[in-house]
């Protein structure tokens, strides 16, 4: 089983950056699909974005792109969401997810295709407040 666990989060003005950390408690995230969703209050979880652990590959929701950049430390077993330019309506709980894959293609379907309901292991989420 695969256990996460987000960190980061806080409260800061429109306009400020922010660095989300999701860690996995994994032997190896060589063959994990990992993606980030968020949830304001009162709304659907929505998809932020997704990386490939085997080859780095990542994808965005067409929302977020340009401000929002996934990366990952394959020594740490974290994946990292730095957030650029921040909007009061990025204010939500941040969510990671993982899957165990075996292939690039796999793991963008599951972002493209399934979003949260393609993901079998969830952090407990992390708050991020924006003020204006």
């Known amino acids: 089983q695969v256990q996460l666990v987000e960190s980061g989060g806080g409260s800061v003005q429109a306009g400020g950056s922010l660095r989300l950390s999701c860690a996995a408690s994994a032997y190896t995230v060589s063959n994990l699909c990992m993606a980030w969703f968020r949830q304001a209050p009162g709304k659907e979880r929505e998809g932020v974005g997704a990386i490939y652990y085997g080859d780095g590959s990542t994808y965005y929701d067409d929302s977020v792109k340009g401000r929002f950049t996934i990366s990952q430390d394959n020594a740490k077993n974290t994946m990292y969401l730095q957030i650029s330019s921040l909007k009061p309506e990025d204010t939500a709980t941040y969510y990671c997810?993982?899957?165990?894959?075996?292939?690039?293609?796999?793991?963008?379907?599951?972002?493209?295709?399934?979003?949260?309901?393609?993901?079998?292991?969830w952090g407990p989420g992390t708050q991020v407040t924006v003020s204006s």
């Open positions: 997810a993982a899957r165990e894959t075996t292939s690039t293609g796999y793991c963008r379907f599951l972002w493209g295709a399934q979003r949260q309901s393609g993901f079998s292991f």
